[in-house]
């Protein structure tokens, strides 16, 4: 039997999904979802729905870690208390730039896989690895990207709302950085921890990622291959959050980006 509010998959244990208002369609894969791949009215408002309601996950996420580790430190119980309060503006911030474009909640299908994924994790140290080191950073390079492509098509006011989340976003990153090399200080231990969670992060994402190009997702967008997915390494931003140049650097060679990797005989 499985035990209570988990489920299993593909010989994982993942976690319930939350709660979520009944006009939401929650989805487990990429092919059920409806990205249009451009910058259509429609698409814009499906990309504004998808962060908002991943913004909406990030609440429960850091809020389930302030509840579930009462013996964490202090200061890291503050740093996610306020960044559920941070997630929780950034809801309300994409909820109005929504409307402002016609659209409403529960208009296109969610995920929630962060939080199955995530909330699986049973130590605190492996869920900000995966939630603020590895999820949120990579939020930071998507979207990036996107708000260039925003102001390309004009839409000026969506990509000054995501620039202002990004701001928060460094910060849950950054202090996810500083607590994990506190905290493996402690105890060395933790980094086998970190190390498993990533792990289990990396075997849920080839689960449930599309494996080839060729595919359709559900309004007839073909969806790329994973390895054209990356999206282009925001540098400026995680060094802000205090990724380290190597650490930087290894990002841009697993992205593809290794000619713009400094050589040794440069460095």
């Not at 996610?80 to 016609?102: F, K, P, S, T």
């Not at 296109?108 to 950073?137: H, K, M, Y």
């Not at 697993?254 to 713009?260: E, I, P, V």
Request: proline letters at 3%; charged letters at 30%.
């Amino acid at each position: 039997m499985n035990e209570i509010g988990y489920f299993k998959v593909g010989g994982m244990t993942l976690r319930e999904a939350p709660a979520r208002d009944t006009c939401f369609k929650v989805v487990y894969s990429d092919a059920e979802m409806h990205e249009f791949g451009d910058m259509s009215e429609i698409a814009r408002r499906e990309m504004i729905h998808r962060h908002m309601t991943n913004e909406m996950t990030s609440v429960d996420m850091a809020a389930a870690c302030v509840a579930e580790f009462p013996d964490a430190p202090w200061d890291l119980r503050m740093e996610l208390a306020r960044q559920a309060w941070d997630e929780a503006r950034h809801v309300r911030a994409l909820y109005r730039r929504l409307r402002e474009l016609g659209g409403h909640k529960g208009e296109f299908p969610i995920s929630t896989l962060e939080w199955n994924v995530t909330c699986a994790v049973d130590n605190i140290a492996g869920r900000i690895a995966i939630q603020n080191r590895t999820l949120e950073a990579g939020a930071m390079d998507v979207m990036g990207g996107i708000s260039r492509s925003l102001r390309a098509a004009g839409d000026n006011d969506t990509a000054n709302t995501l620039d202002c989340i990004n701001t928060d976003e460094v910060q849950h990153v950054r202090f996810s950085n500083r607590w994990i090399k506190r905290l493996a200080e402690m105890d060395r231990r933790v980094l086998m921890k970190v190390a498993m969670a990533i792990r289990f992060l990396t075997q849920a994402n080839s689960m449930f990622q599309i494996k080839d190009g060729g595919e359709v997702n559900a309004v007839g967008t073909a969806l790329a291959s994973p390895e054209n997915r990356i999206p282009a390494v925001n540098v400026e931003d995680r060094k802000l959050a205090e990724f380290s140049d190597d650490e930087i650097n290894e990002i841009l060679r697993q992205a593809g980006y290794r000619s713009l990797v400094p050589t040794e005989e440069a460095r």
